[in-house]
């Protein structure tokens, strides 16, 4: 990615007649690469994990099938008279 970016940089420039003084994508990278080194400049929880008097927030339960509603029409047959329903007759003897 360097070298083809590279490339095109010195393409621009012989075809230009300017010099470019940045490597745009290199620069982007060595930011993104110096971003990590940053600390954190803001603290995740302010209170004790071990203080028993810290306030915490309240736990909710939601569950996740919440707005379902049942959509069968009626409540199923056993199924072995289901089963004999769907069964072919018997065919008589020839």
Known sequence: ???????????????GGRHFLLNWPLLAVVA???SGCVPATTQVASAD???PAAKVARV??????APYTS???????PWCDRN????????QDR
């Open 1 to 15: 990615m360097l070298a083809l970016s590279g490339a095109k940089s010195a393409a621009a420039s012989a075809v």
């Open 32 to 34: 993104l690469a110096l």
């Open 49 to 51: 994990p071990a203080d």
């Open 60 to 65: 909710g339960y939601r569950p996740t099938i």
């Open 71 to 77: 959509l069968r029409p009626a409540t199923p047959a």
């Open 84 to 91: 004999d329903a769907v069964t072919p007759q018997p065919k």
